[in-house]
């Protein structure tokens, strides 16, 4: 976890009416093309991860949080 300090850090930053404006002018710029995943790996997508006890992976995010807070 050699990030986790600096991706904490990220929560401080504070973006501006300007700053935002500059973000959306930049993202407008790009250029969308092709599709995002393979055809074999959208099979993956929107499926319910499970672990071993039964528990899905968005029930256990809760508690990840709780444990890393």
Do not use: H, W
Not at 17 to 40: F, H, N, P
Not at 48 to 63: I, N, T, W, Y
């Amino acid at each position: 976890m050699p990030r986790r300090a600096e991706n904490v850090g990220t929560a401080r930053v504070v973006l501006t009416l300007a700053d935002l404006a500059g973000i959306e002018t930049a993202l407008e710029q790009i250029k969308v093309a092709g599709d995002r995943y393979s055809a074999q790996r959208q099979r993956f997508i929107n499926r319910q991860a499970v672990c071993r006890r039964g528990a899905s992976a968005f029930e256990l995010v809760p508690s990840l949080v709780r444990r890393f807070a």
